[in-house]
């Protein structure tokens, strides 16, 4: 190293920040919910998007009371903070082309009285592949390398729901399982190895 | 020959400065997380930055719990720069 690469030194900050899992909890738990509602009440599916908020708010005392006091208040540079809004915005816009584009082939099928063989065999794997896209997203603008997993999970999951017609529910439940574990076996990691410091 | 500011290059001040420069702010929970500096450590080297301007501390009380914030001045950022400009030429060679 010839000089001190501070770019290097903010990603890596950055990225550490990730480091604690609870995101992963909350978005396990959330994909969980809306798997396992799809599964067991069907007809409720609409309902079950109430559930990440709920969870969202129901972690936001453990993110104040474990976390914080271990982690403590960083407010990251503008460019960073900008970054942040241009991710979020471009997820949002990736997230709803693909659930546009859906719709439209679902309206267009029902419409025109056809549906292709093929459409209806991968229909089951739709919702998993909304997550899926906006996840490979996230993996390449953090450069988190577990987000890949989670969509392999995900991707997975999908296949063997389209191998077996199963319900759409089916892939969202296993690959927010697995989103989940992977958040808890971080989040355990590090409170035994970050002590409080406040 | 290239003289370093030798508060910075103080290898614990050194790490302190890098470890603001990246961020707009932060508290001393964070910094000592990052640093992995004890509370002592981290205050005395602190008050050193703080005298010499290069860092603004500052005390609040949030949710009723007392938070100290440090930030890195334009002055302390501008030090920063010019010590890592030193760093590389030293190593590199003037640069062009």
């Known amino acids: ?198 | 020959m290239t003289d370093l500011d030798r508060l910075i290059h103080e290898p614990a001040r050194l790490r302190l400065m890098s470890t603001l420069y990246v961020v707009e702010e932060a508290d001393f929970v964070n910094v000592s997380a990052r640093t992995g500096f004890s509370a002592g450590n981290l205050s005395s080297h602190m008050a050193k930055l703080e005298e010499a301007g290069y860092v603004e501390v500052k005390k609040e009380f949030v949710d009723k719990r007392p938070r100290t914030t440090y930030r890195l001045t334009d002055f302390g950022r501008r030090a920063f720069e010019a010590y890592r400009a030193t760093v590389a030429e030293l190593l590199n060679g003037p640069q062009p």
């Open chain 1, 1 to 198: 190293m010839t000089s001190i690469d501070v770019k290097q030194l903010e990603a890596t900050a950055y990225r550490g920040s990730f480091s604690d899992g609870l995101v992963d909890v909350f978005v396990g738990l959330g994909l969980l919910w809306i798997g396992a509602s799809w599964i067991l009440l069907p007809s409720l599916v609409p309902l079950s998007v109430v559930g990440p908020p709920v969870i969202a708010v129901a972690l936001f005392p453990v993110r104040q009371r474990v976390l914080e006091p271990r982690v403590g208040y960083v407010r990251w540079t503008a460019p960073r903070r900008h970054w942040e809004r241009r991710q979020l915005v471009g997820l949002f816009a990736a997230g709803a082309t693909a659930f546009g584009l859906a719709a439209f082939l679902a309206s267009y099928a029902v419409a025109s009285g056809e549906t292709l063989p093929e459409a209806r065999t991968f229909a089951p794997a739709i919702p998993a592949a909304l997550i899926a896209i906006p996840a490979v997203a996230v993996a390449v603008a953090t450069g988190l390398g577990r987000v890949w997993v989670y969509v392999l999970i995900l991707v997975a999951a999908a296949g063997v729901t389209v191998a077996y017609d199963l319900e759409p529910g089916w892939p969202l439940a296993v690959g927010g399982l697995g989103v989940l574990l992977g958040g808890l076996w971080l989040l355990a990691r590090f409170l035994r190895s970050t002590p409080r410091r406040a």
